[in-house]
């Protein structure tokens, strides 16, 4: 399977019974990023993470009773 990475705009080729290709045929709003880009964005996530300036906003979730 071919694939584009969102951000460079690179095509690479990825294995089509890999689970990453089931998700972004399956699921449109998965998207591909290559290894270097993959790579960089946690990088520099990480670095904003340790200035504390970063806020991780997490979904509360609701308790059902009756299941």
């Known amino acids: 399977m071919r694939v584009k990475c969102t951000i460079c705009d690179s095509i690479e080729k990825i294995d089509s019974d890999s689970l990453q290709a089931k998700r972004l045929r399956n699921r449109r709003i998965h998207m591909y990023l290559c290894p270097t880009c993959d790579e960089r964005i ?24 009756l299941i």
């Open 42 to 65: 946690g990088e520099n996530t990480k670095k904003r993470i340790a200035t504390g300036n970063f806020k991780l906003y997490k979904e509360e979730k609701k308790n059902d009773n």
